[in-house]
T-cell receptor, first 112, second 115 residues
Framework: DAGITQSPRHKVTETGTPVTLRCHQT?????MYWYRQDPGHGLRLIHY???????DKGEVSDGYSVSRSKTEDFLLTLESATSSQTSVYFC???????????FGPGTRLTVL | AQSVTQLGSHVSVSEGALVLLRCNYS??????LFWYVQYPNQGLQLLLK??????LVKGINGFEAEFKKSETSFHLTKPSAHMSDAAEYFC?????????????FGTGTQLKVEL
């Protein structure tokens, strides 16, 4: 599996505060993704990146922004957290020929 | 747009029984297909993938899946369930070609294995 770490692993924050989640990979994969996982919804793509400084929106991007200044790091920012953003967030990377993705361990975020 | 449907959000089997998790895809061209497993409080782990090389694909932990174009299906099976197979399983689809094409995931099937 790709070496993918996420930090923090758990976070509790209050409504209206900014939050940044970090994804770090050691596989030199070009593509990186942020998902959120909620019961009954499976995984939904928030944003993705196809290279340094190249990012695009996924299906649930409202209220989120991303940045990628280095190949190995992909940051997800909740500009002003809301309770609806309480979720488990997963980072994934892809660099193979068949689009298979490799996932990090996840970050559990609670917005009070 | 591509999509996948997983029939049955919860499946329960006895230990030693056959495991069958269903996945149907919607695509005009046979795509790449994947099965992932997620154990509690962990990320998703790739079980197996279909890339058009062979219709019967073997994966890790004794799982396999068969691609059936006529039925647009990619069901996951294991001959004999083990307690350690209890987890959530996700089917996913991607267009052909590399280049980081996005995956579309099903909503998951929770597998329970009973003694």
């Amino acid at each position: 599996d790709a070496g993918i770490t996420q930090s923090p692993r758990h976070k509790v924050t209050e409504t209206g505060t900014p939050v940044t989640l970090r994804c770090h990979q050691t596989e030199n994969h070009r593509y990186m993704y942020w998902y959120r996982q909620d019961p009954g919804h499976g995984l939904r793509l928030i944003h993705y990146s196809y290279g340094v400084k190249d990012t695009d929106k996924g299906e649930v991007s409202d209220g989120y922004s991303v940045s990628r200044s280095k190949t190995e790091d992909f940051l997800l920012t909740l500009e002003s957290a809301t309770s609806s953003q309480t979720s488990v967030y997963f980072c994934a990377t892809s660099g193979g020929s068949y689009n298979e993705q490799f996932f990090g361990p996840g970050t559990r975020l609670t917005v009070l | 747009a591509q999509s996948v449907t997983q029939l049955g959000s919860h499946v329960s089997v006895s230990e030693g029984a056959l495991v069958l998790l269903r996945c149907n895809y919607s695509s005009s061209v046979p795509p790449y297909l994947f099965w992932y497993v997620q154990y509690p409080n962990q990320g998703l782990q790739l079980l197996l993938k279909y890339t058009s090389a062979a219709t019967l694909v073997k994966g890790i932990n004794g799982f396999e899946a068969e691609f059936k174009k006529s039925e647009t299906s990619f069901h996951l099976t294991k001959p004999s369930a083990h307690m350690s197979d209890a987890a959530e399983y996700f089917c996913a689809v991607s267009p052909l070609g590399g280049g980081g094409n996005k995956l579309t995931f099903g909503t998951g099937t929770q597998l329970k294995v009973e003694l």
